[in-house]
């Protein structure tokens, strides 16, 4: 950097960082609240300058807790030490608000969702869901009896055709005998 441009910079800073210091002792001295914000306004900074520098910020912070400790209402003053538990305890709380509104937005999309899924005719109503399942249950138990089915059939069939090849066997056997009956019926049986 040009040295005469690092030399003004330098000196805007500093103007700056007096305007700060002034800020303060008026706002000690007038028994206006000192705050961060409010210091900045007075001596016309942005904010982040005072956070860049620590320095000024830990001034801001003593005068604030000294204008605490002089309070004409007689409250007592907060330590540095409550106000920083304090925060961290209010931020631990908004992280968990935060994670469960994520939880109650997720579920309330899923229910607006659904319900929009269902109301647009897209979607099968719950009771068809539920009928499908039974059609589809009563479809596996009808393959499962129309097989049983054919197999009883088979056993039937085989049955029926052993008890033909039996009858014919019989008749046949007996139509033998029949014949033989009638072919010895006209014989007189021989003497001895």
Known sequence: MIPAMHDGRRAGTDRRRQRVADAIKNAAKN?????????????????????????LLALIQTAELESAGNDPAGSSPVS???????????QARNIRLTARVQQL?????????EQAWRE???GAPADVDELQRTITRL??????????????????????????????????????????????????????
């Open 120 to 122: 647009s005719g897209l």
């Open 31 to 55: 028994g206006t609240p000192i705050s961060v914000s409010g210091i900045a306004r007075q001596a016309r900074v942005d904010r982040t300058f005072l956070y860049r520098h620590r320095d």
């Open 80 to 90: 540095r030490t409550s106000l920083q538990a304090d925060l961290t305890n209010a």
């Open 139 to 192: 479809e596996q138990r009808t393959v499962e009896l129309t097989g049983q089915l054919e197999e009883a059939r088979a056993d039937l069939d085989a049955a029926r055709s052993a008890n033909r090849d039996l009858t014919r066997a019989l008749n046949q056997t007996s139509g033998a005998r029949v014949v033989q009956e009638r072919s010895g019926a006209g014989q007189e049986p021989a003497r001895p």
């Open 105 to 113: 937005e997720r579920r309330l999309s899923q229910a607006l969702g």
